[in-house]
């Protein structure tokens, strides 16, 4: 046990940053040797097993899968790609019916189990994903059942939007994923590509050029209007006005088809490269009925608002262009997800926006991204976050997770009917608003920490397994890094009491898979063995004999390979 402590609590040290890449696959650390990071990966894997099998000697995948979706991984995550494969190759060509023993298992799952470990050990920012998850489906059916607000007619295309459809997608730095309603019909962007289009500008040509063209100020004016600062420029990236400067400083340079292909690569990248596509009839319709933008263009030109050289028109077609391009809700939560995450797409890993693009984003986001209801969402909701008028919402819980809500009918200042409803209400139960946390605020759920029986009652619930017999229980505990030897206040640890209780599946798992310390004395002076002597259970008598003859009190080995890992992070093994 002493082996398999050290190896948890090794893990459990290793601290994860604030911008977390994607924990997929476990290379070899220069720090460790083969033979002992083959055998730290073999112990994990047999955790894994133990947890997920409850007790039996194959397991089938489903069992499997689903215990995974619990977490809030998909199987489709590309980060278990391996993994999954390997699974299933696994499945083709054995024998047994599809059904996985545990070292078939070990080896599906080696590729990835630092994520693994990480999802089946609540270590991922939402510990219990399906108790929140539960929360937001209740959210989610209160303003189902909404009935106001109108569909956008200016935009032809738009005003053939179905008012019925509903639906939300979530995805959380560590790429927990979770979706309700309609969540895989493609719609376009429209106004929610203003802070990604911002974002990939101030990534590529750094804030201080951007900012010589547009503004940070809310403008305090319709989103549509002939208006600049008193600077003479567009007063932020978020208005019509300065989208279309932003728009003008993408790749200068290039022609039109290189310029939408640039940002398009950068739209799939933070999507982890799900659906993105785009609706050319919608880009038509915006071209035919867009007299204010070019209203809007014109006004630009004529103050010399766009870089020396820049084709307004062109300018115009892109931002008709970006405006057009199609998401779902699954695909834009992953967008979301990658400016909670600093600019790290959370299910590939790869970096894609700079930190200091990322934040001023987040920023405008927040003082402007919602028309003339900014300073209501700021102040009631108090989140990043960007609506348009195709009824989406874009919204960002940094360091959390990003959501895409969309619902078509719009109230009368533009803004989805049903997605202001359902972000207030999260915000009304979950402490996700700026200002939640400070001193004297009423208390509201923190799905990002674990309950307070989960962390105060730890060797409560370990004995209380014991005694019950709880095996699963026990797997869940020693999968989640808890000290299997911790002892009560008589020095009595769970071995002793499954020992007195007679529970031989108990003793066999804390033997055979923890490898606890048979030798521990409490205050009595008994050992385990003593007290299945006393009470007579002869089976784990000989059960505890036979061990106490070949427990090896130090493993120095897997101590050597913790203090490696306490050295390196596990981000420097992925």
């Not at 995974?68 to 998909?74: E, P």
């Not at 998850?133 to 059942?145: L, N, Q, S, W, Y």
């Not at 400067?245 to 640039?262: P, Q, T, W, Y």
Request: glycine share 8%; with cysteine; aromatic share 8%.
């Amino acid at each position: 046990m002493r082996s398999m402590r050290v190896l948890q609590n090794a893990l459990s040290q290793a601290g994860s940053p604030c911008r977390r890449g994607g924990w997929g696959h476990l290379s070899r650390s220069p720090l460790l040797s083969d033979s002992s990071e083959s055998g730290m990966l073999s112990r994990l894997g047999d955790l894994l097993f133990y947890t997920v099998a409850e007790g039996q000697e194959r397991i089938p995948i489903h069992k499997f899968t689903t215990a995974l979706k619990a977490t809030g991984l998909q199987t489709s995550d590309p980060r278990l790609r391996d993994c999954m494969s390997q699974m299933r190759r696994m499945v083709r060509e054995s024998s047994s019916g599809g059904l996985l023993d545990r070292d078939l298992f070990r080896k599906c799952v080696s590729s990835n189990i630092v994520l693994l470990t990480q999802a089946f050990r609540k270590k991922f920012v939402i510990p219990d994903f399906e108790e929140f998850t539960g929360h937001v489906d209740r959210i989610f059916e209160d303003a189902k059942e909404l009935t106001g607000g109108k569909v956008a007619a200016y935009i032809p295309q738009l005003a053939k939007s179905n008012p019925d459809l509903w639906g939300t997608s979530l995805c959380t730095v560590d790429g927990q994923r979770h979706s309700v309603g309609h969540t895989k019909i493609p719609f376009c962007l429209q106004s929610c590509v203003k802070p990604l289009t911002y974002a990939i500008s101030v990534s590529t040509l750094g804030t201080d050029y951007v900012h010589k063209f547009v503004g940070k100020e809310p403008s305090g004016l319709r989103y549509n209007k002939l208006s600049l600062n008193e600077e003479g420029i567009p007063h932020n990236p978020m208005v019509n006005a300065g989208a279309i400067v932003v728009s003008s400083l993408i790749k200068m340079d290039c022609n039109k088809a290189e310029k939408f292909d640039f940002v398009l690569q950068y739209l799939n990248k933070m999507a982890g490269y799900e659906y993105i596509g785009f609706s050319n009839a919608t880009f038509q319709s915006e071209k035919e009925t867009g007299d204010r933008n070019y209203a809007i263009g014109y006004y630009l030109k004529e103050k010399k608002c766009f870089p020396k050289g820049v084709d307004m028109m062109a300018a115009l077609d892109l931002y008709f262009q970006l405006c057009s391009v199609e998401v779902t809700c699954e695909s834009g939560s992953v967008m979301a997800a990658t400016l909670a995450n600093g600019g790290i797409c959370p299910i590939t890993g790869e970096s894609v926006l700079s930190a200091e693009a990322v934040r001023n984003t987040l920023s405008l986001m927040h003082s402007c991204g919602m028309y003339d209801f900014s300073g209501q969402f700021a102040f009631h909701v108090g989140l990043p976050a960007k609506s348009a008028v195709s009824g989406a919402i874009l919204l960002v819980v940094p360091n959390v997770m990003g959501m895409m809500c969309l619902s078509p009918p719009l109230d009368k200042l533009g803004n989805s009917h049903r997605g202001i409803s359902f972000c207030q209400k999260l915000v009304s139960l979950f402490n996700f608003h700026n200002y939640d946390n400070l001193r004297h605020c009423a208390r509201k759920l923190d799905p990002r920490r674990e309950g307070g029986e989960v962390r105060n009652k730890t060797v409560v619930n370990l004995l209380f397994a014991a005694y019950s017999g709880d095996v699963s229980a026990l797997r869940r505990f020693a999968l989640s890094a808890m000290d299997m030897e911790q002892k009560d206040y008589d020095s009595r640890t769970a071995l002793h009491v499954a020992a007195a209780e007679g529970h031989t599946e108990v003793v066999k798992f804390l033997i055979e898979a923890c490898k606890v310390n048979p030798f521990v004395k409490d205050r009595w002076g008994n050992i385990p063995l003593d007290d299945a002597v006393q009470f007579n259970h002869l089976e784990v008598v000989k059960l505890l004999q036979d061990y106490q003859d070949s427990y090896t009190p130090s493993e120095t080995q897997a101590e050597a390979v913790a203090e490696a890992l306490s050295k390196e992070n596990l981000e420097s093994m992925v």
